[in-house]
Nanobody
Framework: QVQLVESGGGVVQPGGSLKLSCSTSGRVVRLAWFRQAPGKDREFVSSIHWLRGSGNYAEFVAGRFTISRDVDKMMMYMEMNNLRPEDTAVYYC??????????????WGQGTQVTVSA
């Protein structure tokens, strides 16, 4: 079973930046960030192919976030810039495991809180 651990959340002012990290204990196909704001459904933010390093983003990211990974360190990162109050949410790391389908996320982290407030 792959274990995922997120870190890097916190409180930041609008326009500020944060860098989230996710460690994985095993091999994965793809890693992703999802988020869930209070009273809202969980939504996709970004994902990256573990070997190829190619990423994709939700439209609301609008060039503000950058996803990356370090295969040697077994880490994924997301640099978030120009943060807005509507980015406030719990951010979750998710993994698509070997053998899973293209819409499956078989492992999830516990989440890290991001709060954007003046």
């Amino acid at each position: 079973q792959v274990q995922l651990v997120e870190s890097g959340g916190g409180v930041v002012q609008p326009g500020g930046s944060l860098k989230l990290s996710c460690s994985t204990s095993g091999r994965v196909v793809r890693l992703a960030w999802f988020r869930q704001a209070p009273g809202k459904d969980r939504e996709f933010v970004s994902s990256i192919h573990w070997l190829r390093g190619s990423g994709n983003y939700a439209e609301f990211v609008a060039g503000r976030f950058t996803i990356s990974r370090d295969v040697d360190k077994m880490m994924m990162y997301m640099e978030m810039n120009n943060l807005r109050p509507e980015d406030t949410a719990v951010y979750y790391c998710a993994a698509r495991l070997l053998g899973e389908g293209s819409t499956d996320w078989g492992a999830w982290g516990q989440g890290t809180q991001v709060t954007v407030s003046a």
